[in-house]
């Protein structure tokens, strides 16, 4: 069931289909609004959120309605997933659902009892947010933290992890901004050393709060974003939905609701079906949202073997991907990142695997 709802995710994509018998192979899923830490690089800082989560029921509709086909659901969103008091329930509802599941934290809550309850969860993978090599960055941008808290939590579960021999993928990441820019080498070197972490992973910031002037220039949209066919899509703890996490970043309309409309009618509705057609006829710029996204658009050769593979096996291989494009073992034009950014190539990606670590 799965690999066929690639197969015609894979056709509508490479024929410029608006409509597609199909749905998402991935959704991003906010089960709770709430935040704990004030960031000044992220969208909730522009789009205040209510301290709201997610209800039972439009989780349950969305993953049943979703389970068929669903093969990758990241339970993230604009909160922090450990101030959500039903999220190893989740996890454990999406595995029923052979559904693999992502979570990205904080590392605030993340003491030994909340350690182990992950660890005793079917989690796929986790990424665990650390924005600086230095007290000095790291609280800078993740104000209201304690840096050696923090660090403290992620490298106890790190090692819980590999002590177990089995558990989620960890990956420990940096976004780069201008303070913490110059610690890439040392960050790097401290968390590829930790037990039981499996990648470092230095990515640039695609938020626009820091670079507003960053977008997609007119030659840029040679190629559909995959995300109107392969998705994820965003969906809201109230059942909203967007085309992409950077939809709602910013600021654009939900295309529906999943408590009021099926999932199906959602990623047909009009507004998806008209954001399809100008991407397939090269005019994806026309697109408010698009224009102003600073998300790397990939080669439909990527795009194709995205769809080839399952979800999760795509997760794993995606950093091996961008390292070797990075790295120039693949042809550039195999990803068009937005215009007046840092070269590509500046990107770090450590994989840091261990044999029975994952």
Known sequence: MRAWNRAKLLWGYLRGKEAVGALPVEHIVETTAKCNLYCPMCPRETYKQPKEDMTDAVFERLVSEAGQSAEH???????????????????????????????????????????????????????????????????????????????DNFVRFARMKKERGRGPQVVVQMVRMERNATEVADFAAFWSSVPGVD???????????????????????????????????????????????????????????ISRESLQGIFNSPEMRRMRRLHASRRGGEVDICSRCCTTIPHPVLVAGSLIFHGATVRRLLPVVERLTYLAKLPRRLLTPPTAQRKPEDLVQIDNSRPGGS
């Open 73 to 151: 659901i990241m339970l993230i969103g604009l909160g922090e997933p450990l101030l959500d008091s039903k999220i190893f329930d989740r996890i454990e509802y999406c595995g029923r659902h052979n559904v693999h599941t992502l979570l990205s934290t904080n590392g605030t809550l993340l003491d030994e009892p909340a350690a182990r309850r992950i660890l005793d969860t079917r989690l796929a993978h986790i990424t665990l947010s650390f924005d600086g090599a230095t007290k000095e960055s790291f609280e800078f941008y993740r104000k209201g933290a304690r840096f050696e808290r923090v660090r």
């Open 199 to 257: 990648q470092v992973r230095i990515k640039e910031d695609e938020t626009n709060l820091m670079s507003p002037a960053r977008g997609h220039a007119a030659e840029d949209w040679k190629h559909p974003c995959h995300y109107l066919w392969r998705g994820p899509m965003y969906i809201k703890w109230n059942g909203d939905a967007y085309p992409c996490c950077q939809s709602y970043m910013l600021g654009g309309e939900p295309v529906g609701n």
